[in-house]
């Protein structure tokens, strides 16, 4: 079983910044696929960014494509996501999840994923 501890959220104006963070309880988390999901109210859970277990391939939903960075620490079994240039579509509950790999993969469906997080709201003010 793995434990991942979203944090980071916040309010922020349109064109800011946050960084959230992932902390997952595995000592095994680099052989994890990591990603980053979001959902807004009245809508479905959506991909937003996912990174390779070694970190070696990421991959982004096209809404967040040249805004948004994932990346890992796995000495800290941390993921993060820096999301610049923030527009209030932005606006939901940020959800980390894991996937058990063996291979270099970025998932980016829901199902595909083992282990998720509670979340972290971000909202972002026009």
């Known amino acids: 079983q793995v434990q991942l501890v979203e944090s980071g959220g916040g309010l922020v104006q349109a064109g800011g910044s946050l960084r959230l963070s992932c902390a997952a309880s595995s000592r095994m988390f680099s052989n994890y696929a990591m990603g980053w999901f979001r959902q807004a109210p009245g809508k479905e859970r959506e991909f937003v960014a996912a990174?390779?277990?070694?970190?070696?391939?990421?991959s982004y939903a096209d809404s967040v494509k040249g805004r948004f960075t994932i990346s890992r620490d796995n000495a800290k079994n941390t993921v993060y996501l820096q999301m610049n240039s923030l527009k209030p579509e932005d606006t939901a509950v940020y959800y980390c999840?894991?996937?058990?790999?063996?291979?270099?993969?970025?998932?980016?469906?829901?199902?595909?994923?083992?282990?998720w997080g509670q979340g972290t709201q971000v909202t972002v003010s026009s």
């Open positions: 990174i390779s277990r070694g970190a070696g391939i990421t």
């Open positions: 999840a894991a996937r058990i790999s063996t291979a270099w993969v970025t998932p980016s469906g829901k199902s595909a994923y083992d282990y």
